[in-house]
């Protein structure tokens, strides 16, 4: 397989995230205050669709996606970067499903 800088900088975002404790009592308040302080925003009324997307990272891992897929996904239907795409799954896997971390890493 090859390996690109771009996967490389994706996974190195998400790595980074898996690590970061748990600041507030509700997965939903902390992966919000991960990813903002990641620098990804959204309009304040997409609140609910960024929420239920981070849980869909979590669903396409039960159903056997790998890291780079995931990233993938996430960058042809945003403006992201490969950094901040691995950067909001790793959020996701940290805060909704922490058992699919070895995916990240």
Known sequence: MKITIAWL??????????????????????????????????????TQ???????????????GATFEQEVADLTSVTSWSDYQAGYFIGAATGSFCPEYEYKVS
């Open 49 to 63: 669709q960024v929420i239920e997307t981070g849980y869909a990272v979590c669903q396409d891992w039960a159903n």
């Open 9 to 46: 900088s994706a996974s190195f975002g998400a790595v980074v995230l898996l690590g970061a404790p748990a600041a507030l009592a509700a997965p939903e308040d902390d992966f919000l205050t991960v990813i903002s302080g990641g620098g990804i925003t959204w309009p304040e009324d997409k």
